[in-house]
């Protein structure tokens, strides 16, 4: 079965470049969450969208953006990276927005040096 | 702050032992997560149960939700070594549909 894809798997960055994490959805999911899982914790939401508008939103620092294109992809974007914001990124996905299976994908490991 | 806090933080049994781990939150919700975690790996979903149901099962795995006491316990049966990882909880409060917020896990290690 298609699982939820996140592109890089990996990512070295330097203090203050920028990033864009990318996510992939699993067919006719509609809905994506973002999270962020620093070393030895446990996941942090970040936000979600539901039909390409955001749905909620969590502990997302300003510096971070993020949308949900057409085809339900979606791109999380970080600029003037810290060294704090070195962490595991995981998309999920889940077929609507309430009472739902939150699927997440594999994670994008972020290094910033 | 965490919803979600578990407990033990840490368990150790052989294979072929029951596992058993708990889960409180602080707040009434609409549904309970409970995901498995290889390390430094992604979370893979495990069981959903709603705030409405008490008990689930799938294969091995048992859920349990006390509404009432604001707790879950995941069982899992005649463990095997690839049972090793750690497992989290995570839930949505009753007004934050689908923002679920993990507890810190509990990470099972099950020797051959």
């Known amino acids: 079965a298609a699982g939820v894809i996140q592109s890089p798997r990996h990512l070295i960055k330097e203090k203050r470049e920028t990033a864009t994490l990318k996510c992939y959805p699993i067919?006719?999911?509609?809905?994506v969450y973002w999270y962020q899982q620093g070393p030895g914790q446990d996941p942090q939401f970040l936000i979600s969208?539901?039909?390409?508008?955001?749905?909620d939103k969590g502990s997302i620092p300003d510096r971070f953006s993020a949308q949900q294109f057409s085809d339900y992809h979606s791109e999380l974007n970080m600029s003037s990276l810290e060294l704090g914001d070195s962490a595991l990124y995981f998309c999920?996905?889940?077929?609507?927005?309430?009472?739902?299976?939150?699927?997440f994908g594999p994670g994008t490991r972020l290094t910033v040096t | 702050s965490q919803q979600g806090e578990e407990d033990p933080q840490a368990l150790s049994i052989q294979e072929g032992e029951n596992a058993t781990m708990n889960c409180s939150y602080k707040?009434?919700?609409?549904?309970l997560q409970w995901y498995r975690q290889n390390s430094g790996r992604g979370l893979v979903h495990l069981i959903l149960?709603?705030?409405?149901?008490r008990e689930k099962h799938s294969g091995r795995l048992r859920v349990t939700l006390d509404t009432s006491k604001k707790s879950s316990s995941l069982l899992i049966t005649a463990s095997r070594a690839a049972d090793t990882a750690s497992y989290f909880c995570?839930?949505?409060?009753?007004?934050?549909?689908?923002?679920?917020?993990f507890g810190a896990g509990t990470q099972v290690v099950v020797t051959p």
């Open positions: 999920a996905s889940s077929p609507g927005q309430f009472g739902y299976e939150q699927y």
């Open positions: 067919p006719r999911h509609d809905t």
């Open positions: 969208f539901y039909e390409k508008m955001q749905s």
């Open positions: 707040t009434s919700i609409n549904n």
């Open positions: 149960i709603r705030s409405n149901e």
């Open positions: 995570a839930t949505d409060a009753a007004d934050s549909w689908g923002k679920f917020q």
